[in-house]
């Protein structure tokens, strides 16, 4: 009796939301009337089933803008907590991953509140918490393979249309940042493109993160149809990455690349090195004058950045066991201080930047948690013996190399959707070991 009555209470909600909305009908007007409804849809439907909320936040999340991913990720969270009240749910995934994440927390709070600029770094710290809360999310609503599946598709075909307007941009010949690119080394290069993250390597950190996925369904599926979909698929990620002349980007995806050969088959590294040279002679002069500049230091690009990372390692010399604080704010304010004539937001190396934010026991924190991420992912999921969880797991731990190693040339944890993108694919680390663990079980 006391169950089916929390059952009916659950309709309440959605019935005083429907009443709301046929108020308003009368109030506002017709196009502002129809983006409330699909809203109003959109909350309908996430409520009735908190997966629909997760598919939804991932597609959208390149094209809107970061406050509203956050609100609607907090939503999707409410929405899978006001679920868990009508139903037994289990909130812990219980594996060897959840220490290390709940260290990384832990460590994130204390630099915040250690921080010169607590409320600079709070910005930071809530980007980090709500991406983790949607890790929560979609750890306990995506149940099995077929849900996962949908989830992983969801997110290839909105890179695709990311890349799809990056593709239109070199089209038309978008301008570009002076800053962006040193055109005395770089003369063939007249646009890079940068879709919805106006920024071309910003854009190359989420492609190299998606294409290894898309790789890994390509690879994975034996319906032709469905292959020949994948390859295109990947086929317009790998194009779009190369048009943004990202150097970072392009080491950090072939790191990627290597990484998936050595998890699924590691007879394809004969391949590899006579891929590559044979490569070089099909692209264009343009890519290929861009790839060999990247030991270039006379380049400006090159010469700002190690510029950057010597001050930046006077910073940590100075702040070696707290660090400056974390996020962004605290970096760049202490930067400035040390060096006016050469502002940066960032130190454009990950680890640098966080040993500056957290000092070396931040970074000792977050080596532990990727060895451990690695570690039983691998172990857990690359070594077992179905082949749909160990090939996606590959594409999904690639997408994570790729995004660590351009780490060492730019400082990824930087921007909120880089940094949901980051944990969203952790997160998928965390549903495959699940799902495997739960097999075996049943096997």
Request: hydrophobic residues 55%; positive net charge.
């Amino acid at each position: 009796m006391v169950v089916e009555k929390l059952k009916q209470r659950q309709y309440i909600l959605p019935i005083l939301l429907g009443i709301v909305f046929g108020l308003i009908y009368f109030k506002l007007p017709l196009k502002y009337f129809a983006f409330a409804f699909v809203g109003f849809l959109v909350v309908v439907a996430t409520l009735h089933d908190v997966r629909i909320g997760a598919f939804l936040a991932v597609f959208i999340m390149p094209y809107m803008p970061d406050i509203l991913n956050l609100v609607f990720m907090l939503f999707v969270l409410a929405a899978f907590i006001y679920r868990g009240t009508f139903r037994s749910i289990s909130p812990l995934t219980k594996n060897s991953i959840d220490m290390p994440i709940a260290l990384f927390v832990i460590a994130i709070i204390i630099s915040t509140i250690t921080s010169i600029n607590v409320q600079g770094s709070f910005r930071d710290l809530a980007i980090h918490l709500v991406s983790l809360s949607f890790v929560f999310v979609i750890t306990n609503t995506i149940k099995d393979k077929e849900d996962l599946n949908i989830l992983l598709t969801t997110m290839v075909f909105t890179a695709v249309l990311v890349s799809l307007y990056g593709l239109y941009q070199y089209k038309v010949g978008v301008e570009m940042e002076d800053k962006w690119l040193d055109v005395s080394n770089n003369s063939g290069i007249t646009t890079r493109v940068f879709s919805v993250f106006g920024n071309p390597n910003i854009l190359a950190e989420y492609l190299i993160m998606t294409t290894p996925i898309s790789i890994a369904l390509f690879w994975e599926t034996k319906e032709m149809h469905k292959k020949f979909i994948f390859l295109l698929t990947s086929l317009l990620l790998m194009g779009t990455l190369v048009l943004t002349f990202s150097r970072g980007g392009w080491v950090g995806f072939a790191f990627g690349i290597l990484v998936f050969v050595l998890l699924v088959e590691k007879r394809l590294l004969l391949l590899l090195i006579p891929l590559g040279l044979g490569a070089m002679k099909f692209l264009p002069p343009t890519v290929v004058n861009r790839i060999l500049s990247i030991g270039n230091f006379a380049d400006s690009s090159n010469n700002y950045r190690i510029k950057i990372w010597k001050i930046t390692l006077d910073i940590i010399k100075d702040h070696k066991i707290a660090g400056v604080g974390f996020g962004y704010i605290p970096f760049k304010q202490t930067f400035e201080s040390y060096i006016r004539t050469m502002p940066a937001y960032h130190a454009h190396n990950t680890y640098l930047e966080t040993m500056a934010e957290m000092g070396i026991p931040g970074l000792i924190v977050l080596i532990v948690f990727i060895f451990i991420l690695y570690k039983y992912s691998i172990k857990t999921l690359v070594k077992g013996q179905d082949r749909w969880t160990k090939i996606i797991s590959a594409g999904v731990i690639s997408g994570i190399s790729a995004l660590l190693a351009q780490g060492a040339v730019e400082s990824v944890f930087y921007l909120p959707k880089i940094i949901i993108t980051f944990w969203t694919l952790v997160s998928f680390i965390l549903v495959l070991m699940r799902i495997s663990e739960e097999s075996r079980e049943i096997g």
